[in-house]
């Protein structure tokens, strides 16, 4: 049984950081790509960073330079250092990953940036 199960989400001010985790069932290396969504409320979930098998990473342009996507193998976990932020990163935070030809996600961890 594969599960992804993301936590450390909650309520922060803007300029403030927060660290995500997602912890994996299964050793992450299995996975093609480990990825972090964002999702608000009627809207659809939006890409927010990958990490590939081989460490490479990619990031949505509007969390460049704010946002960091780490793993640690040993501990089954990919991490999502959030810093600098801005109350448009409010929603929810999904894990997502791809292995044995399907795809799983995480119950999602709940984001709030406020004034």
């Known amino acids: 049984q594969v599960q992804l199960v993301e936590s450390g989400g909650g309520l922060v001010q803007p300029g403030g950081s927060l660290r995500l985790s997602c912890a994996a069932s299964?050793?992450?290396?299995?996975?093609?790509?480990i990825a972090w969504f964002r999702q608000t409320p009627g809207k659809q979930r939006d890409l927010v960073a990958t990490?590939?098998?081989?460490?490479?990473?990619n990031y949505a342009d509007s969390v460049k330079g704010r946002f960091s996507i780490t793993r640690d193998h040993a501990k089954q976990m990919v991490y999502l250092q959030m810093n600098s932020l801005k109350p448009e990163d409010t929603g929810v935070y999904y894990c997502?990953?791809?292995?044995?030809?399907?795809?799983?996600w995480g119950q999602g961890t709940q984001v709030t940036v406020y004034s």
């Open positions: 299964i050793g992450i290396f299995r996975f093609n790509y």
């Open positions: 990490i590939t098998s081989d460490g490479d990473t």
């Open positions: 997502y990953g791809g292995v044995f030809g399907k795809d799983y």
